[in-house]
């Protein structure tokens, strides 16, 4: 039924719909360009979610944002108008949380980020240090000697800080100098781009701290595979049952590709059919690899077949 | 002469010594583990340049350093008993400098960096904005809004900044949005080890600028060929005849590779004879390149044979 260029959704008679719509049961879902754009429900973005979930499908948010909490997610969703609760959530802060409880870490974590990230820390009781300001006062030379690692520290996690410092990334790399240390990063999107500037993502603060450690991470976020693993453990997911949506082809439909998910592209974010288009024609494995298998112009247009 | 593996220079003859003393007219010498650490000359180092500058070589010291100005290498040099004037020193804020003048740049430089790179700027009457501290007061939003850009802004220098933060990696990546902007970093290097903790170098600078912006700089600093042009065009060198010595392959070495110059390691600094050897023993040619010419204990074994 899909073409190796992607198929657009356009295209597809209702009985080629409803077909694809019983191919899957589990459906991930991007936020951000897909079913909401800040604080705004994309159109009629919620029905779908609402009847996807109302027809019995077992339905994830699945967001690189480290900045918010699983309960905070529910509580912006539910605003909106989603029928979601906090097991439809899969947030890499929560992923990090479970990454550590799964090796039964009890060690202190340094962490570069926010308390979305470390309510998810407290949430498995897992100790902490690290987040808020943290800007060098005085010299250099007295800021070396000012600092004494932590001897408990066994993991550092990387994610999206605003207070993102010089300091920090001394005080990351020095406790990653022990290579028995766990290095995590929640994801690596690059940038934000706004009207009139450029947001950093966790992928430029990622890369400062990897450049001066020496070391990779194992991120957590879209396209690596790691939340395919907990979908599969602890959901019981059938991969070639489940749908990945997305705004993004190097994250949401990468993701999918490389868990084995069929995928579908909302043009309401980031890339469009232009650029499915472009990807489809290149000579790099690695770029087909982002075409999705459907591509539409927005969620709401499955409403009808719903 | 040289083996492909690198010759120890304990295992050459005087004659042969001779005859390699008389192959170029022209020193390189990076500074840091070759000819002092910190402020400590390294043993007979002094004595060594004195007399290649006495036998009439022309010499200079290059460093990646972007904290200080020439002048100030020029006060350190002398107080450790160099005798070395600002025409001997090449350092990676000067390089920005002179880049910038060459291209006849008339705007304003955006800086993440120290008083060594503005002073550069200043002599050469190119204005900046930008150094000192720069963080996070309030929320992420207040700082978005109050961000206007400076639109005389045409070019973001980076370099060696302790006081780098998000904010400057946001305002930075907002400059060079515009593809007009020149992108200039001072270099790449990783980090400086130290005992108990890892300062990070300007390469971990650079690379968060570089992920956020996404788009790579133009590299002053060794090991791109950057220098040489300069060398070329303003002081006449001819790299053949030219000599460059260092304690890391893959900047100081890697640069005299680039540039066609003869190269020399001395094992007081990053790396040793045992690392020569695992260079020349690797598949991979770009890791070959790392193997010096001649490699000595340290820069004071040449000094019986000035």
Not at 215 to 222: A, E, H, Q
Request: net charge negative.
């Amino acid at each position: 039924m899909y073409k190796d260029s992607g198929t657009n959704f356009a295209s597809l008679s209702p009985t080629e719909i409803k077909q694809w719509l019983e191919s899957f049961d589990t459906v991930l879902t991007d936020c951000d360009g897909v079913i909401w754009v800040d604080n705004n429900p994309l159109p009629q973005a919620t029905d779908v979610i609402n009847k996807l979930v109302g027809n019995g499908k077992q339905l994830f948010f699945v967001t690189n944002n480290s900045t918010k909490t699983r309960p905070e997610f529910v509580d912006k969703s539910v605003k909106l108008g989603f029928n979601v609760g906090i097991e439809n959530i899969i947030s890499t802060a929560y992923l990090a949380a479970q990454y550590l409880k799964a090796k039964s870490f009890t060690k202190k974590v340094y962490v570069i980020g926010s308390t979305g990230i470390t309510r998810e820390l407290d949430a498995v009781g897992i100790r902490h240090i690290g987040i808020g300001p943290d800007n060098l006062q005085g010299s250099l030379a007295e800021a070396v000697r000012g600092f004494t690692p932590d001897p408990e520290v066994g993991a550092v996690i990387v994610g999206f800080d605003e207070h993102f410092s010089f300091v920090k990334i001394m005080k990351a790399a020095s406790y990653l100098n022990n290579p028995e240390v766990l290095f995590i990063g929640t994801n690596t999107d690059e940038r934000f781009p706004m009207p009139d500037c450029v947001i950093p993502g966790t992928g430029a603060i990622v890369n400062a701290v990897t450049t001066c450690a020496e070391r990779l991470p194992t991120v957590m976020g879209k396209p690596n595979k790691y939340i395919c693993d907990i979908l599969e453990q602890q959901y019981n997911v059938n991969p070639t049952r489940t749908l990945m949506i997305g705004d993004r082809c190097n994250t949401d439909i990468l993701l999918g590709k490389n868990c084995g998910f069929q995928t579908l592209l909302v043009e309401t974010g980031i890339h469009k059919a232009a650029d499915v288009k472009q990807f489809a024609q290149s000579d790099d494995q690695e770029t087909r690899k982002l075409v999705p298998d459907v591509y539409a112009g927005k969620l709401g247009d499955l409403l009808p077949y719903l």
